[in-house]
T-cell receptor, first 112, second 117 residues
Framework: QKEVEQNSGPLSVPEGAIASLNCTYSDRGSQSFFWYRQYSGKSPELIMSIYSNGDKEDGRFTAQLNKASQYVSLLIRDSQPSDSATYLCAVNPDQAGTALIFGKGTTLSVSS | GAVVSQHPSRVICKSGTSVKIECRSLDFQATTMFWYRQFPKQSLMLMATSNEGSKATYEQGVEKDKFLINHASLTLSTLTVTSAHPEDSSFYIC?????????????FGEGSRLTVL
């Protein structure tokens, strides 16, 4: 069974710090990886997508992918209280489709 | 603003009744939409893939006769929970592929929280 694992947290960081969120996946053939942010009671929104090994930066967010280790992470620099949310890691195991497999999410709490 | 609109956002119903949830793509056409379900503190679970003009594709373990999906137009998909029971209480979310985006990049609707008494 294809799985995506995340530490549920909560991960607590002070304002201005770097938050590091981690995710592992079981399907070695997966090609596409995503981070979605979900505020409490709301639906998810796409933060980052990454397809190649290495780092991908977008503003304060950096996604890191290591396919050999089946590991993907999200770094949030200069964390803000508004970043407090649940971050969902998602993997697309099938290049032809978009049936994402989601992790349970890591809850991030940024204190001011 | 929202590009995928879902209605209703909350619904409370009695056990045994049916509930319809609408998902609309705003200002774009979506030949495919996805219906997810999320229980508290759990991950999103894909229920089915809705295809415009054809039958939906259901994930293993999802009863197609209980969760009726209709994708009659390029901007509207509906999920009907038939004969709802308390165990069907959940957060139902639809999504559509982001226009011009890579496979897996999705817009999500606002979600519909169903409570079955």
């Amino acid at each position: 069974q294809k799985e995506v694992e995340q530490n549920s947290g909560p991960l607590s960081v002070p304002e201005g710090a770097i938050a590091s969120l981690n995710c592992t996946y079981s399907d070695r053939g997966s090609q596409s990886f995503f981070w979605y942010r979900q505020y409490s009671g709301k639906s998810p929104e796409l933060i980052m997508s990454i397809y190649s090994n290495g780092d991908k930066e977008d503003g304060r967010f950096t996604a890191q992918l290591n396919k050999a280790s089946q590991y993907v992470s999200l770094l949030i620099r200069d964390s803000q209280p508004s970043d407090s949310a649940t971050y969902l890691c998602a993997v697309n195991p099938d290049q032809a489709g978009t049936a994402l497999i989601f992790g349970k999410g890591t809850t991030l709490s940024v204190s001011s | 603003g929202a590009v995928v609109s879902q209605h209703p956002s909350r619904v409370i119903c009695k056990s045994g009744t049916s509930v319809k949830i609408e998902c609309r793509s705003l200002d774009f056409q979506a030949t495919t939409m996805f219906w997810y379900r999320q229980f508290p503190k759990q991950s999103l679970m894909l229920m089915a893939t809705s295809n415009e003009g054809s039958k939906a594709t259901y994930e293993q373990g999802v009863e197609k006769d209980k969760f009726l999906i209709n994708h009659a137009s390029l901007t509207l998909s509906t999920l009907t929970v038939t004969s709802a029971h308390p165990e069907d209480s959940s957060f139902y979310i639809c999504s559509a592929p982001i226009m011009g985006g890579q496979s897996g990049e999705l817009f999500f609707g606002e979600g519909s929280r169903l409570t079955v008494l």
